[in-house]
Nanobody
Framework: QVQLVESGGGLVQAGGSLRLSCVAP????????MGWYRQASAGEQRELVA????????NYADSVKGRFTISRDNAKNTVYLQMNSLKPEDTAVYYC?????????WGQGTQVTVSS
């Protein structure tokens, strides 16, 4: 079973920052575009926040452009999401995702709560 392990979530005040990390097995990470998704509540759809390709190209949801930065460290099999200027509407469970020709894999999710 492929495991993507996220860390870095927590409670922060509006305007604050958090950095999420996700470690994946090298056999998956090296093949994959890596992304961060979020789900605000159980009844809502999971939405793409940011994606970074194997080559380092990235794209972002309009709602986070200019505030969030995705990066990857190929030597550590780790993808990061630096979140600045956080807003209450960023509150959600954030999931790490790996996509490649061998399949799609998800982490267990990490809660991010932004208080006003």
């Amino acid at each position: 079973q492929v495991q993507l392990v996220e860390s870095g979530g927590g409670l922060v005040q509006a305007g604050g920052s958090l950095r999420l990390s996700c470690v994946a097995p090298g056999s998956i990470f090296n093949l994959s575009a890596m992304g961060w998704y979020r789900q605000a509540s159980a009844g809502e759809q999971r939405e793409l926040v940011a994606l970074i390709t194997r080559g380092g190209s990235s794209n972002y949801a309009d709602s986070v452009k200019g505030r969030f930065t995705i990066s990857r460290d190929n030597a550590k099999n780790t993808v990061y999401l630096q979140m600045n200027s956080l807003k209450p509407e960023d509150t959600a469970v954030y999931y790490c995702n790996a996509q490649s020709r061998v399949g799609q894999f998800w982490g267990q999710g990490t809660q991010v709560t932004v208080s006003s």
